[in-house]
């Protein structure tokens, strides 16, 4: 079975976490797209891992992990990502497959990213500034360098000279400093170096798994209102998040998907700016002071509100989503009364849909339907029959109102804390 998980919410929903639990029954762990300004986190006993380029599944042996031609790879990065797993005594070498045709992060990019940000000011984005932005955009305009051009020493020294001479200039008119051609050169092809075992021609490597019947994995980053074409543009990210991006970051034709998954919080976040409609000062407090809903890659405290069936809803169409996995849970079970969002009013107008101009769904006021709390730990409960039955009301509800069916519920970071039903 062919699986695409996708986040339907604005990113961090605990794809990380369910990514890995899906990955005991898969052969391979594709990551399709976005770059290393997602952050997956995975708990496996004591130890927790960040992962940020590298998919889930290589924290599980035998796995074979891929990264698809849709991401943008910061060479940098990856080969600490590498080294850092290794540390912690997971190997790499044999299992983890970078497409050739994947493209480059540069210095370049993460220098105008910032750049951009800043003179926004109040009007900026709000984006890790990584670069991954300015690196799509090079994609787009036909002007990137990829890894197939990195592990070739003549190609990628003349190609990045070109882009230095023309990048620096883009700095020095927003009054940056210029990149030295040799300092980047010589640290990314070190890089290079490192990288060029795990090099190949992906799009051979998984259709061969197919023909062998290969359960295959699709990671996605980020979430469906992140999406580059479906997301709140322009507070989005440069990558399509949904279930279409899996295709094409990989290379494997729609009809060859057997099931999507789609991962949300049993609330809402979201980091950085741009609407979201059920946001919620008491909640974020709450969330914060248990000391969760921080950023994995940047550390910024999450925006949280409460759950948002409208946008589910959307996501839903939007990705095809068979089935639901909803993560923390436990998050919400000191509450005594739950709320979720089940249409908008914007004046005297009632909707059921988001609108896709942001000034509009900036205006949007929830309509509330309230359920009452559980006000008992959950983190503890592994089958779902011991779920508390006000719980279990709770997630069935959501689940109807997102109109995919309820699969997987995650009561804590842990592998063991997961319920299938």
Same mark, same amino acid.
Request: positive net charge; aromatic residues 6%; glycine residues 8%.
């Given at each position: 079975m062919n699986t695409i998980l996708v986040g339907a919410q604005w990113g961090d929903e605990g794809k990380g976490k369910i990514i890995d639990v899906l990955t005991e029954q898969a052969d391979y762990v594709v990551r399709t797209q976005g770059g290393n300004n997602a952050g997956h986190t995975v708990y496996v006993g004591p130890k927790k891992y960040v992962l940020?380029?590298?998919?889930?599944?290589?924290?599980?042996?035998?796995?074979?992990?891929?990264i698809?031609?849709?991401?943008? @790879?910061?060479?940098?990065?990856?080969?600490? +990502?590498?080294?850092?797993?290794?540390?912690?005594?997971t190997k790499c070498d044999g299992r983890l497959f970078i497409s050739e045709t994947a493209h480059l992060v540069l210095p370049y990019h993460?220098?105008?990213? =910032?750049?951009? +940000?800043?003179?926004?000011?109040?009007?900026?984005?709000?984006?890790?500034?990584r670069g991954i932005g300015p690196a799509y955009g090079d994609k787009v =305009?036909? @002007?990137?360098?990829?890894?197939?051009?990195? @592990?070739?020493? +003549?190609?990628?020294?003349?190609?990045?000279?070109?882009?230095?001479?023309?990048?620096n200039a883009i700095?020095?008119?927003?009054?940056?400093?210029?990149?030295?051609?040799?300092k980047v050169h010589d640290e990314y092809r070190a890089a290079g170096d490192r990288l060029k075992p795990f090099v190949t021609n992906t799009l051979i490597l998984l259709h061969k798994a197919m023909a062998k019947n290969a359960s295959i994995l699709f990671e996605g980053a980020q979430g469906t209102?992140?999406?580059?074409?479906?997301?709140?543009?322009?507070?989005?990210?440069?990558?399509?998040?949904?279930?279409?991006? =899996?295709?094409?970051?990989?290379g494997i034709a729609p009809n060859r998907m057997d099931r999507v998954v789609g991962v949300m919080k049993a609330y809402t976040t979201r980091v950085g700016e741009g609407p979201l409609p059920t946001e919620n000062a008491e909640i974020a407090d709450m969330l914060h002071g248990m000391g969760r809903e921080f950023g994995a890659t940047t550390g910024r405290a999450r925006r949280c509100g409460w759950f948002d069936s409208v946008a589910?809803?959307?996501?839903?169409?939007?990705?095809? %989503?068979?089935?639901?996995?909803?993560?923390?849970?436990?998050?919400?079970?000191?509450?005594?009364?739950?709320?979720?969002? %089940?249409?908008?009013?914007?004046?005297k107008q009632k909707i059921?849909?988001?609108?896709?101009?942001?000034?509009?769904?900036?205006?949007?006021?929830?309509?509330?339907?309230?359920?009452?709390?559980?006000?008992?730990?959950?983190?503890?409960?592994?089958?779902?029959?011991?779920?508390?039955?006000?719980?279990?009301?709770?997630?069935?509800?959501?689940s109807e109102l997102t109109g995919a069916k309820l699969a997987i519920a995650s009561v804590g970071p842990a592998r063991e804390q997961t319920m299938f039903l």
């Open positions: 940020h380029l590298i998919p889930s599944g290589i924290l599980r042996k035998k796995k074979i992990c891929v698809g031609n849709g991401v943008v @790879v910061d060479p940098i990065g990856l080969v600490k +990502e590498i080294d850092t797993l290794e540390k912690l005594g993460r220098e105008i990213d =910032a750049q951009r +940000e800043t003179v926004k000011g109040k009007n900026k984005i709000g984006t890790t500034k =305009a036909r @002007v990137g360098l990829r890894l197939i051009d990195l @592990v070739n020493p +003549e190609v990628f020294a003349e190609k990045l000279k070109v882009r230095i001479k023309e990048n700095l020095k008119v927003f009054g940056a400093k210029p990149l030295s051609y040799k209102f992140l999406d580059i074409d479906h997301g709140t543009y322009p507070y989005v990210t440069s990558s399509n998040t949904t279930s279409g991006g =899996a295709c094409t970051g990989s589910t809803r959307h996501a839903t169409m939007v990705n095809g %989503i068979d089935e639901l996995a909803i993560t923390n849970l436990d998050g919400l079970d000191t509450l005594d009364t739950v709320k979720v969002c %089940i249409a908008y009013r914007i004046g059921d849909y988001i609108p896709n101009d942001v000034a509009i769904l900036s205006k949007c006021e929830p309509v509330y339907v309230e359920f009452p709390g559980w006000k008992t730990p959950t983190d503890k409960v592994k089958n779902w029959k011991d779920l508390p039955a006000k719980a279990r009301t709770y997630l069935k509800a959501i």
